[in-house]
């Protein structure tokens, strides 16, 4: 399985990014992705994750409004979509995919990562 991200980059605080994430290497159908991010200094956290058919997405409380996850028809793909940006959203953003069909929120939950894209907001 191998995960690839793009789309990271410099925003200046209330621009918007939208990064994505392509999985290779086996059917996903049955599979739920997510997004973490880890700030500098911090541990990787959760971000955003969404279910295998895609219709429901979950997020974390400080993203929820500003942030939307979404599954493409294949369901190999996910993206994020990031509005109103701030300066403690500047983090590595991982993709991660799980065996299993329901989201979770843990980092341990999720069995394949990519590599990692970076997204820095200006002040």
């Known amino acids: 399985v191998h995960l690839t991200e793009s789309g990271g980059g410099v925003v200046q605080t209330g621009g918007s990014l939208k990064l994505s994430c392509a999985a290779s290497?086996?059917?996903?159908?049955?599979?739920?992705m997510a997004w973490f991010r880890q700030p500098p200094g911090k541990a990787r956290e959760f971000v955003a994750a969404?279910?295998?058919?895609?219709?429901?997405?979950v997020y974390a409380d400080s993203e929820k409004g500003r942030f939307t996850i979404s599954r493409g028809g294949v369901r190999n793909t996910i993206s994020l979509e990031m509005n109103s940006l701030k300066p403690e959203d500047t983090a590595v953003y991982f993709c991660?995919?799980?065996?299993?069909?329901?989201?979770?929120?843990?980092?341990?939950?999720?069995?394949?990562w990519g590599q990692g894209t970076q997204v820095t907001v200006s002040a």
């Open positions: 991660a995919i799980r065996t299993g069909a329901k989201t979770e929120y843990a980092v341990t939950s999720y069995d394949y």
């Open positions: 290497g086996r059917p996903f159908n049955d599979y739920a």
């Open positions: 969404i279910d295998d058919e895609g219709t429901r997405p």
